[in-house]
């Protein structure tokens, strides 16, 4: 496209959006956040899902038992001391970031909720999410120790 013809009426644009992508990568990739929010941002979701805390939508198949004894594979990790682990950790990130702060911050980063889609739940005036956000990841930074 003609860049002196954009912004003009009756000109088409066409834009690429990736719909998988997660809102603190997108805020990140536009120079939203600096590389420790992003960083926080991404250790906060690891947490929230290796503690196994989102929604479910299949069958968990891995705490099927065989019919006597030990269930799971013999030499397979023991998940739940992970996932204890990670959502202790995820409650710490959460305590750190405060009461007013974690709930946009669990919007976001853990559920992929949009920026727009969180203000609005929140009842919040839109474009003030986004300050609200990088000071809880601010925050949610210190408690990981990221420098």
């Not at 644009?13 to 997108?26: A, C, F, G, K, M």
């Amino acid at each position: 496209m003609d860049p002196g013809k954009a912004g003009r009426p009756g000109t088409v644009r066409r834009v690429t959006v990736n719909l998988r992508e997660n809102p603190i990568d997108w805020l990140h990739a536009r120079g939203h956040l600096n590389d420790r929010q992003f960083a926080a941002g991404a250790r906060l979701r690891t947490d929230f899902e290796r503690a196994q805390l989102g929604a479910r939508t299949t069958m968990q198949w891995d705490g099927a038992g065989t019919g006597g004894g030990r269930r799971g594979a013999p030499g397979a990790p023991d998940r739940s001391a992970k996932a204890i682990d990670a959502k202790r950790r995820f409650e710490g990130a959460l305590a750190a970031a405060g009461p007013g702060l974690s709930d946009i911050l669990w919007r976001i980063a853990c559920e992929g909720e949009a920026m727009g889609a969180a203000e609005k739940g929140l009842g919040w005036p839109s474009r003030s999410g986004r300050l609200v956000l990088t000071l809880a990841l601010d925050r949610v930074a210190g408690f990981y120790g990221l420098g």
